[in-house]
């Protein structure tokens, strides 16, 4: 029997509708293919910014994991890194543990134990327990309390709950609002604003700094540009909060709760009349008018640039990436190019941009990479000339491959500017034996640019 | 303090193990966790993950299928990716969470049979216990179910047994590499190599099934003896060494360490130790504190074994060896590389 990858075109899932999703792009209703992608976006701890590495967001911290060992087990991939050295340490639970609830009256000693080895005392530590825990129910707040009377010290739980990445409050959420609960209130100034979503800053020339600026804002503060514990907790001051990822939302209704710190929440976008309706958007909000024609030019330049270059590349956009694949699909689609396969979940918040798919592109193919067909996938039956996204990458390994998932956030025009560059430099190194794509002509539902 | 780590990550799990030595075997194997386990065996603990495609799937359990505990839907989704991929069989690999909520193995793999028209194991790993716990249930589970057929000896063939990715620190040689015809036929084995110990409860069920001898890896079939051989490394002649391996290949190292001078050689072991393998003085390992006190009170003059270890001895004042050990570092063993 000839088994393949399972696909949905975009046009039939738009007239599927988010209600009537088939199986195979729902993922629990099947088994989890562990692809590369699967990684990043199924486990916790596993790539990237997962809970293990936003838990020490804050300088100075260190992480006790308080879980069985296979919980641990991979964290030397970040442990090995220089800004991670010496902060992570384990504290391994056996079934014992389990039955009786001992390792809960071991924590306050651990954690004086791992903080007198240090040469430097810790700002902060973060106890991070998992599935186990949550399941026992445990009560970690009350225990981290007992920690802090014990050290003197800040001890902070975060949850690794893979069990609960569907549910209301996922790891990823909860992780940030960990975070942002050890700002103090302090009185408020004007003329600061935090930056809140990412673990990382966004890229040095990001517009929006200078928008902000603009407006007279003299510190924006985000969580990766904190020198140490004090400049962090100077995030207390701010007039408002800009919320970049929809992860940090509870996180910033916790503090315009507790510390009267309003929210403004803007998207990630690549297309360039969205981001400029958004920022007209967040000036009104603002009461002023944010001049943005020399970067509007400027990211139109970098995507002509590449169009030069290329002009009719075909792309595979994957999920692992900077963006949301189904809307750079269709940013890509308006500017011109192909784009034959996403590798995407979809969500009720990213389903307006599968429609808007549907009207480019509607026979772009719709993959979910924790489908298990996906163990089928075979690149030769949708050959493209450009792999977005470290998935992507993975499943075209002949195509020019661009990962897009540096820690650094692209963001706004500056986002796109960077990414057309990106793109344009992969291309040039990568071997072109013909700017024109062979595979460009079976591409169906060409884009309004 | 028991279970505190504060120099090495945790050692590779029991579930990793099992994962490991199933990898290639051509089954569906279905890790019964929420995303985190799988993501630790496919994307740390599996080195061949990246280069050679395999059925490994997480259960994806979310925290109502745990509390409800919802085997049927688990057992409907493993039926419909059995429909979708030629599978010799299915494994089903146990993590902390069937451990806590208490899953009813033997009826899971009932209902899976009976749904998904496989042949199907079970391996009831915790997360708790080291890998090869768990590698040793996965080949007595999978060879207990399907070495069942009496066949002529083929002289000249030899088993090998223990020879995963976590075992030997590198990709096992082709030789060496275990297929599901492999364990078909095991009974035409004319004997069995075991390379660790995680091998040696199946070889003695296959001696007591068909008869067939074992024996364990000897120095000269130690890939890891390259390391000991290569130029600049520590004079040992006269050395008091420690060796701290898995327990076969410890004792493959001890015997060349031994034949080229050492006074004596102590192996120490994080995993198994097998009183068949053990020699007096030897050590089981368990917290950090146990390596300190075995290194600054043994009168040790030079240290074999996993670089990261020396961490926890800043002091010792002798030579070491360095022989990656995968399971405990992550690093995989090359003349002058790491993982």
Not at chain 2, 297 to 324: H, K, Q
Request: aromatic fraction near 8%; hydrophobic fraction near 40%; proline fraction near 6%.
């Amino acid at each position: 029997m000839t088994y393949a990858a399972r696909f949905f075109e975009a046009a039939e899932l738009a007239e599927r509708g988010i209600d009537n999703l088939p199986d195979e792009l729902v993922s629990n209703r099947h088994l989890i293919y562990s692809s590369p992608a699967t990684l990043a976006f199924n486990s916790p701890g596993a790539e990237g910014f997962g809970v293990k590495r936003a838990g020490l967001a804050i300088p100075g911290s260190v992480m006790l994991l308080v879980a069985p060992g296979c919980c641990g087990r991979n964290t030397s991939l970040v442990s090995d890194m220089p800004a991670y050295r010496d902060r992570f340490f384990y504290l391994n639970m056996d079934e014992t543990d389990i039955v009786t609830g001992r390792h809960l009256r071991k924590i306050p000693k651990a954690v004086e134990e791992v903080v007198g080895c240090l040469k430097t005392r810790p700002s902060l530590v973060m106890i991070c327990i998992t599935c186990v825990d949550a399941l026992l129910g445990t009560d970690m707040e009350r225990v981290c309390r007992r920690a802090e009377e014990r050290v003197g010290l800040p001890v902070r739980p975060c949850y690794m709950y893979a069990l609960t990445r569907e549910g209301r409050r996922p790891p990823m959420v909860h992780v940030r609002q960990s975070l942002y609960s050890l700002l103090d209130a302090r009185p408020k100034r004007a003329s600061s604003v935090n930056v809140l979503g990412f673990f990382a800053p966004l890229v040095d020339d990001c517009e929006l700094y200078d928008y902000l600026r603009g407006i007279g804002v003299k510190a924006i503060r985000e969580v990766s540009r904190c020198a140490d514990f004090d400049e962090f907790q100077h995030m207390a001051e701010a007039n408002f909060n800009l919320v970049l990822h929809p992860e940090a939302r509870f996180a910033a209704a916790d503090l315009q709760e507790r510390l009267a710190i309003p929210s403004i929440e803007l998207t990630r976008l690549y297309q360039l009349d969205r981001i400029r309706r958004q920022y007209q958007a967040l000036g009104q909000v603002l009461g002023v008018t944010f001049d943005d024609e020399v970067d509007y030019a400027a990211a139109e330049a970098a995507i002509e640039s590449f169009r030069d270059l290329m002009p009719a590349a075909s792309f595979a956009v994957g999920e692992c990436l900077n963006a949301d694949p189904f809307e750079l699909a269709v940013a890509l689609t308006r500017y011109g190019f192909g784009v034959r396969e996403v590798f995407g979940t979809i969500q009720s918040e990213n389903f307006v941009f599968v429609r808007r798919l549907a009207e480019l592109s509607p026979h772009t193919r719709v993959y979910s990479n924790m489908e298990p067909t996906m163990i089928h996938y075979d690149a030769h039956d949708c050959p493209v000339r450009i792999a977005l996204g470290k998935d992507a990458c993975w499943y075209h390994p002949e195509a020019i491959g661009l990962a897009w998932n540096s820690d650094v956030q692209p963001y706004g025009y500056a986002g796109v500017c960077r990414l057309f560059e990106a793109l344009a430099a992969a291309v040039s190194q990568g071997e072109i034996a013909d700017a024109t794509d062979p595979t460009r002509d079976q591409e169906d539902g060409r884009a309004d640019a | 303090m028991r279970g505190l780590r504060k120099y090495l990550t945790p050692f590779a799990p029991d579930q990793s193990g099992a994962v490991s030595v199933l990898f290639e075997l051509g089954g569906i194997v279905v890790i019964c966790d929420a995303g985190g386990c799988t993501g630790n065996i496919c994307g740390f603990d599996e080195p061949r993950w990246r280069t050679q495609r395999s059925a490994v799937f997480s259960a994806g359990l979310r925290d109502m299928d745990a509390i409800l505990g919802r085997d049927d839907k688990l057992v409907d989704e493993l039926a419909d990716a059995a429909s979708k991929i030629d599978a010799n069989f299915a494994a089903i690999v146990g993590t902390p969470v069937p451990s806590v909520i208490g899953t009813d193995y033997r009826a899971l793999r009932r209902m899976s049979e009976r749904r998904a028209s496989l042949p199907t194991i079970t391996v009831d790993t915790t997360g708790m216990e080291l890998y090869d716990v768990g590698a040793s249930k996965a080949y007595s589970a999978i060879f207990d179910r399907f070495a069942t057929e009496c066949l002529p000896v083929d002289s000249g063939h030899v088993g090998v047994l223990g020879a995963n990715p976590l075992d030997l620190s590198c990709i096992p040689p082709a030789s060496w590499s275990l297929s599901f015809d492999d364990v078909v036929r095991a009974s035409a084995a004319e004997k069995n190599l075991v390379v660790a110990p995680s091998g040696l409860a199946t070889a003695k069920l296959l001696r007591e099934r068909f008869g067939t001898p074992y024996e364990f890896l000897r120095a000269e079939e130690c890939p890891q003896i390259l390391l000991l051989r290569a130029p600049g490394r520590p004079p040992v002649a006269g050395a008091r060494v420690l060796v701290v391996q898995q327990q076969v290949m410890a004792n493959a190292l001890r015997d060349e360490l031994l034949a080229v001078g050492a006074e004596s050689v102590t192996c120490a072991t994080w995993f198994m130790l097998e009183d068949e393998l053990a020699q007096p003085g030897d050590v089981r390992l368990r917290e950090e504190d146990d390596f300190e006190e075995l290194v600054y009170g043994g009168g040790f003059d030079v240290l074999v074994g996993d670089p990261t270890l020396w961490r926890i001895v800043p002091r010792f004042e002798g030579a070491t060896i360095d022989v990656p050990q995968f399971a405990v570092s992550g690093s995989l063993f090359s003349i002058g590389g790491e993982r």
